[in-house]
């Protein structure tokens, strides 16, 4: 008994050790764990796969530790994508699915009946790319450093192996919103030096995710990297006036006794003038 316990703890943390890797790392066979808690244990699973290449996806089940058979029938829609179901339950435990995408653009993988967390099961995501150029390998340094007004600036140098910089070619900037979608934020070509720039407008506090890609071509291959920043400093107050402020400057106090000084003088002549006119 605690030998097998010992072993499901072992799967358990092979499968969190890597399942993630594969969930983000760029490949045609993809395995997916299915189970109540999601694809790889997760509701929002996403991976993405090259268009025009033929994609295998092998999904597994992980309710086995329930008491009861958990059946899920996975199914992938979109895209003009047309697959049978399949299913993977206790007496079934792997199922797999061969196509090849044509088209870019989203596809879903969901569970299509009722199951325990079929909640979970219904926003599985792949994502079919453009397939990555390949050729003379390329790097992409990409440096965020916050201004003084408010703004972070985004920075890449695009070099070919050698290290010399790659001129006149587009780097994409993308930032990662807090609603978790990715926003294109620019495509500025890069410079003679491989460098190119752009600004991207921020408070403070806040947290921005920033990807830069080239694309590649022309014989160099494709390049990615990314960066993250938190903000210092708090948001913006309003500026505190000049006579309200700790030490008001002499100028403004001696106008201020002036206007003050003037109003009681008159009101002082106006009641000397009243006493003045009852007397008489
Ligand atoms: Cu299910």
């Given amino acids: 008994m605690l030998r097998r316990i010992a072993l499901v703890l072992l799967v358990t943390l092979l499968a ?7 969930a983000h790392a ?7 764990s299915v189970s109540r808690d999601g694809f790889d244990h997760m509701a929002d699973y996403t991976v993405e796969v090259e268009a025009g290449h033929e994609v295998t996806i ?13 059946p899920h029938e996975i199914q992938i829609v979109g895209l003009g994508v047309d697959l049978p179901a399949v299913i993977v339950s206790r007496d079934n435990p792997t199922a797999t699915m061969t196509f090849t995408p044509t088209k870019t653009g989203t596809l879903t993988i969901l569970c299509i009946i009722p199951c325990i967390g079929m909640e979970k099961l219904i926003g599985g995501t792949i994502k079919v790319a453009n397939p990555r150029a390949a050729g003379a390998s390329t790097s992409l340094a990409l440096e965020l450093t916050q201004r003084d007004d408010e703004s972070v600036l985004a920075r890449v140098t695009l070099t070919d192996a050698k290290g010399n910089p790659i001129g ?6 993308t930032m990662r919103t807090s609603v978790g979608g990715e926003l294109e934020i620019g495509a500025p070509m890069t410079m003679e030096d491989g460098s190119a720039a752009l600004m991207i ?6 947290k921005l995710l ?33 006579l309200s402020a700790a030490a008001p400057p002499p100028i403004l ?12 003088a008159v009101y002082g002549t106006v ?6 006119i009852q007397k008489g």
């Fill in 16 to 22: 969190t050790a890597f399942f993630p890797l594969s």
């Fill in 26 to 32: 760029h490949a045609q066979n993809v395995m997916i």
């Fill in 58 to 70: 092998t999904f597994a089940y992980a309710d086995g530790d329930l008491g009861s058979d958990n």
């Fill in 168 to 173: 006149a070619v587009p780097v994409v900037f």
């Fill in 201 to 206: 407008p921020a408070v403070g506090g806040q």
């Fill in 210 to 242: 920033v990807s830069a890609e080239f694309v590649g071509g022309n014989g160099l291959s494709f390049a990615q990297n990314s960066a993250e920043i938190t903000l210092s400093g708090i948001p913006a107050v309003n500026p505190i006036g000049a």
């Fill in 253 to 264: 106090a001696l106008i201020l006794l002036i206007v003050l000084g003037s109003i009681w």
């Fill in 271 to 276: 009641v000397y003038q009243v006493f003045r």
